[in-house]
């Protein structure tokens, strides 16, 4: 997760689709013009060990002027934990 924010920073596409479950994968990342991001609170995860095909990350990412709050699911294929997609958390 923390990985992935750091991508969504840098606007570093070839990392986040790499990292994006191919079921769900878009052709391409469209990042806001604009936007800039202020920090990441990770604040609940369930399952996502060594032990686990699939696991979810509850998280706030703050950028100037708000928030996205949501809740992601990633699974594990061929050995890496990729995003597969998200819930917005009111």
Known sequence: MRSRY???????ERY???TWHP??????VD??????????????TTDG???HSTGTVTFRASYRGGALHERSRFERVEGAWV???G????
């Open 6 to 12: 750091t991508a969504f920073v840098k606007r570093d």
């Open 16 to 18: 986040l689709l790499r």
């Open 23 to 28: 079921r769900t994968r878009p052709a391409r």
């Open 31 to 44: 990042f806001e013009p604009g936007l800039t991001w202020t920090g990441l609170e990770v604040l609940e």
């Open 49 to 51: 060990s060594a032990f």
């Open 83 to 85: 995003y597969v997609d």
């Open 87 to 90: 819930d917005f958390v009111e």
